[in-house]
């Protein structure tokens, strides 16, 4: 602990201080906010290609989220979509369903997720394009994978920006510590995100003439 330092200019009265001995002392976090981070390995080739030509067969998208020169499809249910169909992005969604209950499992939680509980929609962004602050209502869990990244984005372009939404941002003590109300992330092509669907997120803007990828899935 910082030493007591007297202050006669602040309180005249302070040169009688006595410490007192502190037995122990114990630091605990609560309400921590679970975020999954998984590094997958397969080739996104499919995946890139699928992402395109839903592009290319449904060029207006729709607006949600995005803003600026973006893509957004729309929602696409594991469960309803044609067999035969982005079958690369469909088994992914098959994968994030088992990560999201292996997350669900090590966070303690007793809830699980089956195949008609996910939902998916893909987002392109070029330069300038990028998804405002939001939430994910209805589900359980959020998950977002990038198959496709600009190779030349700088510090601040495109990251993947976590905030919290209590009233600690109105905390001045601790809004200003690293980490404790905003989170920055810096996406990698094979990430895969998964937290729960609570938790407040934007992307930053990236001024490349690369396209930038990702696949959002709402879970449970």
Not at 44 to 61: A, H, M, S, T, W
Request: hydrophobic share 35%; glycine share 8%.
């Amino acid at each position: 602990m910082g030493e007591h330092k007297f202050r006669p200019d602040i309180n005249p009265n302070d040169d009688n201080f006595v410490p007192i001995d502190v037995a122990t002392r114990d630091r605990i976090e609560l309400f921590t906010t679970p975020f999954f981070d998984y590094k997958l390995n397969f080739d996104n080739q499919e995946i890139v290609d699928e992402c395109f030509d839903l592009k290319d067969r449904y060029p207006n998208g729709v607006r949600k989220s995005n803003f600026g020169d973006g893509w957004q499809s729309q929602v696409y249910e594991l469960a309803q979509i044609r067999r035969g169909v982005t079958p690369a992005i469909q088994n992914l969604a098959r994968n994030v369903i088992d990560l999201t209950n292996d997350m669900l499992e090590d966070c303690g939680s007793g809830t699980r997720v089956a195949d008609d509980q996910i939902g998916w929609w893909i987002n392109i962004n070029k330069g300038m394009g990028y998804n405002v602050f939001h939430t994910h209502p209805g589900c359980t869990v959020i998950g977002i994978y990038y198959p496709m990244i600009p190779t030349d984005l700088e510090e601040h372009e495109g990251n993947l920006t976590i905030l919290r939404s209590d009233p600690s941002n109105h905390n001045g003590a601790f809004a200003d510590i690293p980490n404790w109300c905003e989170f920055t992330i810096k996406p990698e092509v094979g990430r895969l995100y998964l937290m729960p669907s609570t938790v407040g997120h934007y992307v930053t803007p990236h001024f490349s003439d690369q396209e930038r990828i990702s696949i959002a899935f709402n879970i449970g």
